[in-house]
Nanobody
């Protein structure tokens, strides 16, 4: 699976952004997809994930603000980010793993897209 993330940018606190990840590969529909982020000086962290059946999981820090979705017909996964905070500033990565589990090690990674939230 090859992944291409897009949609990052600069936004003011309280604003919204929508990240997209285009995936290639015949087995996309059977993978779990995730979004991770890495802020400067910090470790990469899980943000949200969705499996092939539509089950979702979120980090506590983004629950109620971020929504992950996927379109298996278009091999796309999206992350709608609302009520953004300066602490959401990071490079965001989409990732894929085989199977239905959302948490765990991911096998495939896209390039990052930078999200900057100004106060």
């Amino acid at each position: 699976v090859q992944l291409q993330a897009s949609g990052g940018g600069l936004v003011q606190a309280g604003g919204s952004l929508r990240l997209s990840c285009a995936a290639s590969g015949r087995t996309f529909s059977m993978t779990a997809m995730g979004w991770f982020r890495q802020a400067p000086g910090k470790e990469r962290e899980f943000v949200a994930g969705i499996n092939w059946s539509g089950t979702t999981d979120y980090a506590d820090s983004v629950k109620g603000r971020f929504t992950i979705s996927r379109d298996n017909a278009k091999n796309m996964v999206h992350l709608q980010m609302n009520s953004l905070k300066p602490e959401d500033t990071a490079v965001y990565y989409c990732a894929a793993r085989s199977g239905s589990r959302i948490r765990g090690n991911y096998d495939y990674w896209g390039q990052g897209t930078l999200v900057t939230v100004s106060s």
